[in-house]
Nanobody, 120 residues
Framework: QVQLVESGGGSVQTGGSLTLSCAATGNFLTINDMGWSRRRPGKERELVAV???????DSGEPVKGRFTVFRDNERDQVTLQINNLQEEDTAVYYC??????????????WGQGTEVTVSA
């Protein structure tokens, strides 16, 4: 089955850095958009950053400048590097990708999420 597998979450102190990784596995043909979203406690899900098919990166306004997304097409994965973490960055981070899956209409896939906790 097609899955997005996330890793790299954990607990860090304010000002620290963290790297999250996501790999797409299973029976799919290609990956279009691929990136990260997050859901902070008591908040709605928001976009962190996404790498489009052509390589362009779109980022959510609240995290611009501290979050960097890297897409490795060779390994079907995307990595999110987070610098200078703040308490408000505490959230469950979700990998998201638009995949072309044989004989399947569905194209929007999500990972189970990896939790990031930031404390002062």
């Amino acid at each position: 089955q097609v899955q997005l597998v996330e890793s790299g979450g954990g607990s860090v102190q304010t000002g620290g850095s963290l790297t999250l990784s996501c790999a797409a596995t299973g029976n799919f043909l290609t990956i279009n958009d691929m990136g990260w979203s997050r859901r902070r406690p008591g908040k709605e899900r928001e976009l962190v950053a996404v790498v489009r098919t052509g390589g362009r990166t779109d980022s959510g306004e609240p995290v611009k400048g501290r979050f960097t997304v890297f897409r490795d097409n060779e390994r079907d994965q995307v990595t999110l590097q987070i610098n200078n973490l703040q308490e408000e960055d505490t959230a469950v981070y979700y990998c998201n990708a638009d995949l072309v899956v044989p004989a399947t209409i569905k194209s929007d896939y999500w990972g189970q999420g990896t939790e990031v906790t930031v404390s002062a």
